[in-house]
């Protein structure tokens, strides 16, 4: 059974960094695709970063520049550098790995971590 498992959230000021990480229990298919959403109470999810089923790595306009998707395929990691951050990434950040056909998922990936709260305040 896939479990995924984040962590590395927590609370930093603005233009502060923080590294995520989420760590991939189980068997997962190379071929699957996996990235970060966050949400925000009120709000739909959002996809953050992905890698798409290419292995590319694309980002939502909002963080472009500012967000760096990285996986370790051996340790089973997929990690997200945040840079710069704004009081608008305030959310809680979820892991996702599923089926994508280039950079569209298809349909809501089938796994999702806990996911982990990031609060950036001024």
């Known amino acids: 059974q896939v479990q995924l498992q984040e962590s590395g959230g927590g609370s930093v000021q603005v233009g502060g960094s923080l590294r995520l990480s989420c760590t991939v229990s189980g068997y997962i298919d190379s071929t699957v695709c996996m990235g970060w959403f966050r949400q925000v109470p009120g709000k739909e999810r959002e996809g953050v970063a992905m890698f798409d089923s290419d292995g590319n790595s694309l980002y939502d306009d909002s963080v472009k520049g500012r967000f760096t998707i990285s996986k370790d395929n051996a340790k089973k990691n997929l990690d997200l550098q945040m840079n710069s951050l704004k009081s608008e990434d305030s959310a809680m950040y979820y892991c996702?790995?599923?089926?994508?056909?280039?950079?569209?998922?298809?349909?809501?990936?089938?796994?999702w971590g806990q996911g982990t709260q990031v609060t950036v305040s001024s």
């Open positions: 996702a790995a599923g089926d994508c056909y280039g950079g569209t998922w298809l349909g809501s990936p089938n796994y």
